[in-house]
C-alpha cells in the first residue's frame, strides 16, 4: 500500500476532472449497477499512468459524445474497490493502469496496460473517443 500523501497528486490529476474516487468494492457494484455508460480508470503510481493514461482519460473527455459516469480505483491502495472493478473486467486479465467502458453494467471496451505503455496520450484519448461514439 502507498502512502496517501504520495498517490494524492495522482489521484487529483483525475478528480479534479470529475472522475469520482471509489474505494470499496459496494461502491463499485453499485457504480456499475448504473444505467448509461461509466468510464473505469485503474489508476497507478506507475510512469505509464503519469504519462500516458491519465492525460489520455482527461483529453478523451473533450468530446461530443462521454460516458454518463466517470469513476477511478487506485491499484496499491484501494485493494478492496481494485478487486471488484478487476472482477467486472474478465476475461481480462488484472493490468494497471487499465481503463474500461461499461454499457449498462455489460464491459463494452477495455484499454489494458498493454495498449497504454509506450503510446501517446493522444492516441489513447483517440481509443476512447471512438469507444464513446460508438457506445455513449
Known sequence: ?????LVKPMREDLTK??????????????????SGTTLVVVN????CAAANA?????????????PDHIVTVFAGVDK?????????????????PCMALF????????LERHHIEG????LIADNLKDAYNENC
Do not use: I, W
Not at 454499457?103 to 477495455?110: A, I
Open 44 to 47: 497507478s503510481v506507475c510512469g
Open 80 to 96: 478492496e474497490a481494485v478487486d471488484a472493478a478487476r472482477a467486472h473486467m474478465v476475461p481480462f486479465p488484472p493490468s494497471s
Open 17 to 34: 476532472v470529475g472522475f469520482e474516487e471509489l474505494h470499496t468494492s459496494q461502491e463499485v457494484d453499485s457504480a456499475l449497477a448504473k
Open 119 to 122: 503510446r501517446p496520450a493522444e
Open 103 to 110: 454499457k449498462d453494467g455489460e464491459l463494452v471496451h477495455m
Open 54 to 66: 491519465r492525460p489520455g482519460a482527461r483529453m478523451s473527455l473533450d468530446n461530443a459524445k462521454k
Open 1 to 5: 500500500m502507498y502512502p496517501a500523501e
